[in-house]
């Protein structure tokens, strides 16, 4: 197998649904995942040894990219470092020089058995695997650990330059938002002499659904099951397809204590040991209306944030096309 490495950095409190990402990361034994954070609470949990953390501030790691830049950089709050994940294979060359292809990751994420997708045949034919920032892989050379600052010649799809000028997150390390611009793998998906393979095995859930919905696919799902290493989607008590991952975007989540590391279950606000609990969460009305209040909730406050950070100037800049006129 080649070797791989998954970087995710996280700043501030290590979430809890951690303990879940951490359980299935350690199940997939060949692939080595490297945590920066500056939470030294993530200390007291025994890891194994694909489990690879680095205690580091926000200031020293917002450093590495800025010694790769020739211009002053915007990397204000640590959300906004997923705009700068496509560099992670020029600014941490050293750590990864002995791999064969780097990745990034969230930790609001379930991994399923990723040897069954990414496979030695699937890593000899692309240069890209994947195409959403929750799990994406790229092939570890010069082209592509240089692929973000290539100067690309459509209107739609955004500069690292015009990026790394803003504090505001535009998704430039995957497909980027058609309000804003398009990112990296619409890049990719144009540029022939760059192969990617797309994600059509993900659950991507809907995060404004209370019951389990996917995006692009819109299937449906009662609970996730995490069993042996591998993750099911179950319907009507029957396991019905096998998924890379489970990406729990923008969903608050209750965690069981001492999970089960064999087999766990993942319903639309809980993770837990039992699967006649998880049954009772996705059936529970009072839940779901709980849910849709917060969802209401979040998604007014989102709206101010974004209107905080000028939103509507990057949706004239893409509509107007002006996403590349950055010297």
């Known amino acids: 197998m080649k070797k791989i490495a998954i970087i995710i950095p996280y700043f501030g409190k290590i979430p809890p649904i951690f303990e879940a990402w951490l359980i299935s990361a350690e199940s997939n034994k060949n692939i080595d995942f490297i945590i920066y954070t500056d939470d030294i609470s993530i200390k007291k949990y025994k890891v194994t040894d694909n489990i690879k953390i680095y205690i580091e501030s926000f200031d020293d790691f917002k450093q590495r990219f800025q010694e790769k830049i020739n211009f002053k950089i915007s990397l204000d709050y640590p959300y906004k470092i997923c705009d700068y994940r496509p560099m992670y294979g020029l600014v941490l060359s050293d750590l990864l020089k002995e791999y064969d292809f780097w990745g990034f990751g969230d930790f609001d994420v379930v991994l399923g058995d990723l040897s069954q997708y990414i496979t030695n ?12 920032g929750a799990l994406s892989l790229y092939k570890n050379d010069y082209e592509m650990n240089n692929l973000f600052r290539r100067e690309n010649k459509y209107k739609d799809c955004l500069s690292y330059k015009y990026v790394y000028r803003t504090n505001f997150s535009l ?15 619409i890049v990719a998906l144009r540029e022939k002499n760059i192969k990617i393979l797309m994600n059509k095995v993900c ?34 008590g029957k396991k019905i397809k096998e998924f890379v991952y489970l990406h729990l975007q923008k969903r608050k989540i209750e965690i069981e204590n001492n999970l089960n590391k064999d087999a766990f279950y993942i319903g639309p606000s809980i993770i837990c040991n039992k699967e006649s609990k998880v049954i009772s969460n996705y059936k529970n ?20 944030g974004l209107m905080k ?13 002006r996403i590349n006129d950055v010297k």
């Open 203 to 236: 659950a991507d859930v809907k995060p404004k659904s209370y019951n389990f919905e996917l995006y692009v696919t819109n299937e449906k799902y009662d609970y996730f099951e995490f069993i042996d290493g591998k993750l099911w989607g179950i319907k009507n």
């Open 285 to 304: 009305k009072f839940n779901k209306r709980k849910f849709i209040k917060m969802h209401l909730r979040s998604k007014w406050n989102n709206f101010n």
């Open 309 to 321: 950070q000028n939103a509507p100037k990057y949706i004239f800049n893409s509509l107007f096309r």
């Open 121 to 132: 045949d699937v890593l000899n034919s692309f240069d890209r695997i994947f195409n959403y």
């Open 171 to 185: 998704y430039f390390d995957e497909m980027g938002g058609h309000k804003y611009g398009y990112g990296q793998s």
